[in-house]
């Protein structure tokens, strides 16, 4: 009997898309990525809520991002030892519960538009000082926890952002039209979300079979962005889902 050529040409390739089909919906599957980012949130904040909104979850690692609402925002403004004593306990609720941490630290900010919003004789230091104050907090913390940290404040400083409405990395009224100097432009959330990714390679042996879940304040939450408070769009934890599953 003989074989019809184009039809056995045809089943293999609809055989071929179907097994890559599969192999996709299986990564999206195993990357499993939570945002659990709100805007305004402090440290004192997430004590509150990591019950409810992490560990009920019953995550495998955490990576948390919060610090520029302690330290920056007037209105939640706490000491540097405060800000300690909180991400101390939160890490250490959360380890109690054989789940990993990862602490990254707040962006750099821009000091021309956040002193529109926030009174400058407020802040006992100059901001970038608390700022780098924050980070040398978390390296503490990581360094008697054995946790890995991704230090985004010092990499942001290397290579000189902010530039006041020159660079592309935080929200400023050139790049995106808004006075803002706190958040990250998308470009910036890829930018974060693969020093995340590099860190999470170096620590983990299997990302995508992780139940992994972003913690934080505005910046995890992704105002302004495409898919604000989601794993979708240009927020970070969508761009760490993505790397993920691609396995880059």
Not at 60 to 66: A, E, G, K
Request: charged letters at 20%; aromatic letters at 8%.
């Amino acid at each position: 009997m003989r074989v019809n050529r184009q039809l056995v040409i045809r089943l293999f390739w609809s055989t071929c898309m179907l097994l890559l089909g599969l192999t996709a919906a299986q990564a999206q599957e195993l990357a499993d990525v939570q945002n659990r980012g709100i805007a305004g949130n402090s440290s004192a904040d997430l004590l509150n809520r990591v019950d409810a909104d992490v560990l009920s979850y019953q995550p495998d690692l955490v990576v948390i991002l919060v610090g520029t609402n302690d330290l920056l925002n007037t209105k939640k403004m706490v000491s540097v030892a405060d800000y300690y004593r909180n991400m101390d306990q939160l890490t250490d609720l959360i380890m109690q519960q054989d789940v990993q941490v990862v602490l990254v630290s707040p962006p750099t900010v821009d000091t021309v538009y956040l002193f529109e919003r926030h009174d400058a004789s407020r802040f006992p230091q100059p901001p970038m000082q608390l700022l780098a104050l924050c980070r040398d907090t978390l390296q503490v913390i990581c360094r008697e926890k054995e946790l890995p940290f991704v230090d985004l404040f010092s990499h942001l400083q290397q290579v000189g952002i902010p530039c006041h409405d020159q660079d592309d990395i935080i929200l400023n009224e050139k790049n995106s039209g808004r006075r803002d100097g706190v958040h990250l432009t998308p470009k910036g959330n890829r930018l974060l979300a693969w020093l995340i990714y590099e860190q999470l390679k170096e620590s983990f042996t299997d990302l995508a079979g992780l139940k992994i879940v972003c913690f934080g304040d505005s910046i995890t939450f992704g105002v302004f962005l495409d898919g604000e408070g989601t794993t979708e769009g240009d927020t970070y934890p969508a761009v760490l889902k993505q790397f993920i599953q691609d396995g880059i």
